[in-house]
């Protein structure tokens, strides 16, 4: 299940929409850009990349960089009538994204660009020209559980984690 927060989701340098709709999995995060039908899913994403940092790590922020064959994906559509399956697609062989604790919000970012991409319509590979994209978005904190999808044990202690990088950025 998706959820809307206040970011910014840019393709090409243009922005796309100033809201981004995006879950995380325990597999990969799922990031769109509402009403464009234009999303990211990155494939090596699980939340323990966040539960297990320090809590310096979480106040200052930590920028992690995946390469590897389709590690992510751009998926644009539906193309022409929404049951027939038509999406623009692109493979991503390398993508950063950053996690910032500030101010009782996850401060998430992903940035990159991707390979040549396939038509939903054309039959020939590689058809499509490399996107560059570069989203951002906030989690608020009482969202947090949901959207990472933490069990109450698990969240407890993240949320003492979390206290006590919170208190790191008001020292």
Known sequence: MENTYVGSFEIDGKEISSRVSSW???????????????????????????????????????????????????????????????????DIDNIDFEFRYRKMQLHIQLTGTSLRGSGGFSRAKDDLDPLRFNISFIVENHELQKYLKLSDSIWGSFQDKLASSQALNNA
């Open 24 to 90: 995380a999995h325990a597999s990969h995060l799922h990031a769109g850009a509402p009403q464009s039908g234009i999303c990211i899913k990155l494939f090596v994403f699980n939340p323990s990349l966040l539960i297990w940092l320090n809590d310096r790590s979480l106040s200052d922020g930590i920028k992690y960089s995946i390469s590897g064959h389709k590690c992510a994906s751009v998926r644009s559509g539906p193309l022409g009538h929404p049951g027939d399956g038509e999406f623009d697609h692109w």
